[in-house]
């Protein structure tokens, strides 16, 4: 049974950090895409980063987080994090964890976790 449970989120003032986790089981996460969703409330759920590949892996991010953001990933605790700084209003949402396999079609979803950027 596959499972990714995230935490970190909370309230954070604007211009803060937060650091989101996601551990892993059932999956590693060296084996296949982690990536970074969020959904802001009345929005669509969009995609905010990836990481892929061996060794440090190969990682990418949504063009308004991108030098704000920073995706990492630690194989031996088969966990992976999301490092967001200089927090914008605009970051409201709720952040999720996916695993995504192409061989098979796996794909996997943490129940989320809530970060609030208010003053």
């Known amino acids: 049974q596959v499972q990714l449970v995230e935490s970190g989120g909370g309230l954070v003032q604007p211009g803060g950090s937060l650091r989101l986790s996601c551990v892993a089981s059932?999956?590693?996460?060296?084996?296949?895409?982690m990536n970074w969703y969020r959904q802001a409330p009345g929005k669509e759920r969009e995609w905010v980063a990836q990481?892929?590949?061996?060794?440090?892996?190969?990682?990418r991010y949504l063009d308004s987080v991108k030098g704000r953001f920073t995706i990492s990933r630690d194989n031996a605790k088969n966990m992976v994090y999301l490092q967001m700084n200089s927090l914008k209003p605009e970051d409201t949402a709720d952040y999720y964890c996916?695993?995504?396999?192409?061989?098979?079609?796996?794909?996997?979803w943490g129940q989320g976790t809530q970060v609030t950027v208010s003053s």
């Open positions: 059932g999956v590693e996460v060296r084996t296949g895409a």
């Open positions: 996916n695993y995504y396999h192409n061989v098979g079609s796996r794909n996997y």
């Open positions: 990481i892929i590949g061996l060794g440090d892996g190969f990682k």
